[in-house]
């Protein structure tokens, strides 16, 4: 059993950045961010696999950096360049299996057995 925190979220103005953490109690396979703004699908952000590998949404990259700490099971999420379509409730996730190490990716949701319990970003124009 894994237990994700996150924490990082705020209000910011377009343009802005903020950098969100998740603490997890224990290893995992691979690490994700998530979001979900009112009315719509919960979407991927990001994606980190235990040795460093990452994938990002075509809306985040140049924009988003995904990092980790392995010997501290800390995940980041900087955000930079904010826009007021990013506003969003943020979640991590985890997978601690081989299958979730293999795939990795924002598409197969169903392999991110762990999520926190999220965090709200709101930007403004």
């Known amino acids: 059993q894994v237990q994700l925190v996150e924490s990082g979220g705020g209000s910011v103005q377009a343009g802005g950045s903020l950098r969100l953490s998740c603490v997890s109690s224990?290893?995992?396979?691979?690490m994700g961010w998530f979001r979900q703004a009112p009315g719509k699908e919960r979407e991927g952000v990001a994606t980190?696999?235990?040795?460093?590998?990452?994938t990002f949404a075509d809306s985040v990259k140049g924009r988003f950096t995904i990092s980790q700490d392995n010997a501290k099971n800390t995940l980041w999420l900087q955000m930079n360049s904010l826009k007021p379509e990013d506003t969003a409730t943020y979640y991590c996730?985890?997978?601690?299996?081989?299958?979730?190490?293999?795939?990795?990716?924002?598409?197969?949701?169903?392999?991110?057995?762990?999520w926190g319990q999220g965090t709200q970003v709101t930007v403004s124009s």
């Open positions: 996730a985890a997978a601690t299996d081989l299958r979730g190490w293999l795939r990795c990716t924002m598409v197969a949701q169903g392999d991110y057995a762990y």
């Open positions: 980190i696999r235990s040795d460093g590998i990452t």
């Open positions: 224990g290893a995992t396979s691979c």
